[in-house]
């Protein structure tokens, strides 16, 4: 590769990969001994998204990659309309990069594909952390057309990522304060950057979260099928995928720890940034075949 | 004081100090320039009781006090039947010591007399760690009748701690052989021990615990009350004083954050004693005024 390594996510390039059925956009921050973190994103989140608070503190003991998935930011393809589909082109993105063993940090959306990964493929997942998201048949998952979130993405008066401030951070002052800084930072990469996702790319998503939110009848056992170390995060006031979601997923996986933050929505690890890094390296450090850490 | 400091709870002389109305046992390990780590102990515990694997790494970095309330081990007086009297006794031990600002670690009822503290004198609670307990009004605490774990307290079989390893410690392999390590840890201290706890010591604490789960008026105030610091910790398999009940203080606390141990019951900081040491010692050692660590 010609292309320079960077420590952060405000100047690291954006690659292109060809896999089996498309081309994925990515990039590579940071570096170590360390297996890769595989970052997966929110609904709607591309490249851009990811905050450098979070990105750059995990990327200075191990190669942090972001990544964009089909039809999202400059990736070729259709938006899947399925968690399953979602992980199917994760697979063939690491497939793509040679990447036969991984950590995985999935955000909300990505926290589903997450698990659906260490489901179909346990052997490329070493460890997990799950932030804001939900097991399937998971209850309450991204239902924007609720009060508590529709006011806020209705308010003809939130430009841009103002209203992403409102969702993702809890209604307070301290929590809103958070939430200013991370649209501030999301601000430091000037160039370079991803197309913002459009309607098409909503609806999908959506439809997958639909899907992932019906139960099956073998939701629960594939809870307990995931063996793999993993640490599950929440804001404790998350409005977009409530924390009861994230107290099933501790109580299902047989081998997680819980970690939930108070005064903070969705955006939990952005609005506690030091505190998630902290643990989350500790977490992704440790040679236990056991979550504690 | 003649009497020398000991690093360890396998031979910390037991201490008596007279109090307002009663004279306390207690223990003092470690120290330190940090603030001192007051630890309040469980149904029909004593000083005896307090897991060395525990104490004692905390009690590397500041003095660990442990205290035997009215009525148990060698503290004089009659065991009260209200958490509140409990949280009494515990500050007039602390007035007898001078100590006006310490840390304090609740485990199970120990938990709820921190809570108490914390509101019937903030000024003296510095930061808090609550394991395996429940706030006022809390669900299913203490329930003994009930058959998961009746089947252990009337298996005439179990000698002993026997039954404190079935009962503290989850039905699996894993967690009963932590739980089998915990006992024999606790037969390290070989002299200078405290008397056991009577049947006069469990009614009374029992009566507490059933006074505790009453619903208030004010109980749900009270809980948002307390704007200190709190590190919330249980095992997701606690049979004793079921999950629920952490999830329930994280979200009514204004201040904590929550931690919660997989393939764990009661006595998950025994369990996971490495783990929960090292959590510990980061969340009091931070000079944060947020829980986050």
Known sequence: MSIAAS??????????????????????VGGGIRRPLICLQ???????????????????????????????????????????????HTLDFLDALCVTSCDVLGFSLGGMVAQEMA?????IVHRMILVGTAPRGGEDIMH???????????DPSLKGYAV???????????????GAAFIERLGERGE????????????????????????????AADLGRITQPALVVNGVRDEMIPVRNSYRLSEGLP?????????????SLFQFHDSFTRQGAAFLGSDSPFAPF
Chains 1, 2 share one sequence.
């Open 192 to 219: 370079d950057l991803d197309p913002p996702s459009g309607p098409n790319v909503a609806a999908a998503q959506m439809a997958a979260f639909r899907e992932w939110e019906r139960v099956t009848a073998t939701g």
């Open 42 to 88: 929110h609904f709607t989140g591309t490249l851009d998204n990811w905050d450098l608070a979070v990105v750059d503190p995990l990327a200075s003991e191990r190669e942090v990659i972001l990544f964009d998935n089909a039809g999202v930011g400059r990736s070729t393809g259709t938006v899947p309309t399925t968690v399953a589909e979602m992980a199917s």
């Open 164 to 178: 992403l401030q409102k969702i993702f951070f809890a209604p307070t002052s301290s929590s809103q304060a958070a």
């Open 7 to 28: 420590n952060s996510n405000a100047n690291a390039p954006t690659q292109l990969l060809r896999g089996a059925r498309e081309t994925y956009a990515y990039r590579r």
């Open 255 to 267: 081998n997680a720890m819980l970690l939930v933050y108070p005064d903070s929505g969705h955006g």
């Open 119 to 123: 489901t179909t493929r346990p052997s």
């Open 144 to 154: 924007l057309d609720k009060p508590s979130l529709a006011a806020h993405l209705g």
